[in-house]
């Protein structure tokens, strides 16, 4: 037996859309298949720098088509070391990562293809290139600059020994966090103290407690940021105390899952390699290739929101403290009472009960007459459950995704509920990105963590978890519209800070009146939302956007503050280092914690959001503007569709971000809408 003909990455997928034979993939097809990968893209790198000529095609294209068995092992890895993580796949990703940071450092910092790739773009006026070709070369080059191509020969070496030592740390740091998560979960032995909860709420807790072997007890899983959804209804304070102070605790305990000093030396390591480049900070080397451009434009922005969302995060508290006192109680208000309280003032001033609504979002009827009739109304787009399809885990569902006439444009996979091998959060990821230098249509991934519901039961969503679905399937649509050429480019292949917008605006359609009246029924009596309720949903739109807004916040400055650190800063305590930056922007309020504490901040340390947590309210601005002129111009139509579709989601990353958003809008975004919407004005 060969490779070849052994292992299930070796060769382009037969399946439909190429999906990848998870019949034949196992835990033991992952490093044969990367090391195989990683050499076979070096001996197409070898081939690419032998050749005399430099063109645009035997070095830019062939680029774009190597490494094809290294990719397709990568996105199904990382796909299900994520979803559906085991001991095995733990070891796995700890040798790989180093290894692959090695492998990309040895082809960006190829001298000689670096060369060639200058020659072209010091030449590219005279090379005659359409202009997605124009914008590859320009990416390519702009990749290898950033990565270091330019850099002399000890730069160059200590470079790569930083990213392997960072590769390493970035993964530890998220293996000690789904650990600590888990250990984390709240016991619960008197199910008195889960009043407040539904039935099936209840009985998920039970189920939980019996997965881990908890006979007689209930369980309460920790989510990945700070609090919890269910804090909102458990009238127990002292349950809810145990599980916001819990949340906290992820990661920041003195065991061995303490990420502390794990991403104190990620912190030092990336202000090292800043420094390769000739900046200060990680955050002005990540910058350079971001729409914002540099940390004084992300603080510019900023500086605009503080202020007022903290002054209305201390108003709402005040509000709440009064409801406090009204109930007779004798307590100062806590972070673990404000999604308590703030229910209770929500019904009170808006008449609006959000745990209400739960039976009216039931999981079917808003994934297909929710999300998918959006995206029909407004795309044309239709989709169809293919369950003879397998997938890597059996709760993740396949969905043929076909246009308007008929043709085939992609496959979505929904991957809805919580387990303990899952990441905490939700994501997009793609197990085959569409383009048509190879001839390939996107295979598509939505992961969310709902809570499984007890068998027979449905799966009642809040109205934060409806939002979710819809978000992350903004993410699916920018990747299954996508329509470019090359793979570099395929849907979210987009600067960081741009790559929110999309999905954001496709949360809009939740209330969207044709759209809340064909989803929003009761799942037992067949009745519609009331029309009062949704009214009163809107009229509260900007209700807590304080609290909102000035946890988000403290995050990103957070994240700001620890990538703007030089390699010789002396940080010895991670709280008092988080707690100095977010009270010197004035965001310091003990009722509204960070939405990330450092040590479970995984977008930030184990993912790609480093310097770059900004990213989602400088989307925002995006997608408060674009909200505003689909409003003006009919909402949900198929010509407002076909236009967002046509200028900016087929688009990928083929051109600028912000040209895009030019193309589709006609000018640029103001800040306005978004202030606006947050109750910032």
């Known amino acids: 037996m060969t490779f070849e003909t052994e292992n299930p990455f070796a060769l382009r997928s037969t399946l439909e859309y190429e999906m990848p034979d998870f019949n034949r993939i196992n835990e033991e097809s992952y490093l044969p298949a990367f090391y195989a990968g990683c050499e076979q893209q070096l001996g197409e790198v070898h081939e ?109 070496e200590e470079l790569k020994k930083l990213n392997e030592e960072l590769s390493k ?32 709420e209840i009985a998920a807790c039970k189920a939980a407690a019996q997965a881990r072997g908890l006979t007689d007890k209930y369980l309460v899983g920790m989510v990945n940021f700070t609090g919890h959804p269910l804090l909102a209804r458990l009238t127990h304070r002292g349950l809810r105390e145990r599980i916001m102070k819990n949340s906290l605790l992820k990661g920041g305990q003195s065991n061995e899952n303490d990420n502390r000093p794990v991403l104190l030396q990620i912190i030092k390591l990336r202000a090292k390699r800043a420094e390769l480049f000739g900046v200060k900070t990680h955050a002005e080397y990540v910058l350079q290739d971001r729409n914002a451009q540099n940390p004084a434009n992300v603080h510019a922005m900023m500086k605009q929101i503080a202020p007022a969302a903290v002054k209305n995060a201390r108003a709402e508290g005040a509000e709440l403290q009064k409801a406090i006192d009204a109930s007779g109680e004798n307590f100062q208000l806590e972070s673990w009472d404000w999604d308590f309280y703030t229910e209770k003032v929500r019904l009170a001033k808006y008449n609006l009960d959000t745990a209400a609504m739960k039976p009216y979002f039931e999981l079917e009827r808003v994934l297909h007459d929710g999300v998918f009739f ?41 991957d809805f509920f919580t387990r303990d091998s899952k990441r905490g959060g939700a994501w997009m990821n793609n197990l085959v990105d569409q383009n048509f230098l190879l001839g390939q249509l996107p295979v598509v991934v939505n992961n969310l963590n709902i809570p499984k519901p007890p ?14 679905l819809f978000h992350e399937f903004g993410h699916a649509l920018h990747g299954m519209l996508s329509d470019v050429t090359y793979p570099r480019f395929s849907g979210t292949s987009v600067e960081r800070d741009f790559v929110e917008f999309p999905s954001q605006v ?21 009745e519609k939302l009331p029309t009062e309720w949704i009214q009163n949903l809107k009229a509260a ?84 503007d674009t909200v505003d002129w689909f409003k003006a111009n009919g909402g949900l139509t198929r010509a407002n569709g076909d236009h967002f579709r046509n200028t900016l989601l087929a688009r990928g990353g083929s051109l600028n971000s912000m040209q895009m958003f030019r193309n589709f809008r006609g000018q640029d975004a103001t800040i306005q809408p978004l202030l606006t919407r947050r109750g910032l004005i």
């Not at 068998?455 to 979710?468: F, I, K, S, V």
């Not at 957070?558 to 990538?563: E, G, Q, R, T």
């Open 48 to 156: 690419i720098i032998k050749a005399d000529e430099v063109s645009f095609e035997n070095t830019i294209v062939a680029m774009e088509k190597s490494g094809q068995t290294l990719m397709r092992m990568l996105m199904v890895f990382y796909n299900k070391s994520s979803s559906d993580t085991s001991d095995r796949l733990d070891e796995i990703e700890e040798e790989i990562a180093p290894k692959l940071a090695a492998h990309m450092d040895e082809i960006r910092l190829n001298q000689k293809l670096w060369g060639r790739i200058k020659h072209l773009y010091e030449n590219r006026d005279s090379l005659n290139l359409s202009s997605e070709d124009a914008w590859l070369l320009e990416r390519y080059h702009r990749d290898f600059t950033h990565a270091g191509a330019h850099l002399t020969d000890q730069q160059r």
């Open 169 to 200: 740390l970035e993964t530890q740091f998220g293996k000690n966090l789904l650990n600590d998560t888990n250990a984390l979960a709240v016991e619960v032995d008197d199910v008195a103290e889960l009043d407040g909860l539904t039935e099936n």
């Open 374 to 414: 959006a995206a029909n109304k407004l795309f044309g787009l239709s989709f169809k459950e293919r369950k003879d399809i397998k997938t890597y885990h059996p709760e993740a569902r396949a969905f043929e995704v076909f246009n308007e006439d008929g043709s085939p444009l992609a496959l979505f996979i929904g």
């Open 455 to 468: 068998a027979g039961q449905p799966a009642l969503l809040t109205y934060d978890e409806t939002t979710t």
């Open 506 to 526: 496709n949360e809009m359609w939740i209330t969207w009146p044709e759209v809340m009246d064909n989803y929003a029924i009761h799942h037992e009596t067949g």
């Open 541 to 624: 739109a900007a209700f807590n956007e304080g609290h909102a807004t000035t946890s988000y916040m403290a995050a990103a400055i957070l994240d700001l503050a620890w990538h703007s650190l030089t390699s010789d800063a002396q940080i010895s305590n991670v709280e008092e280092f988080e707690a100095k930056a977010i009270a010197d922007y004035g965001l310091d309020y003990q009722a509204v914690p960070t939405r990330y504490r450092s040590t479970y901040f995984s977008h930030i340390f184990a993912g790609g959001y480093s310097a770059g947590y900004y990213g989602y309210i400088w989307s925002e601005v995006l997608d408060a």
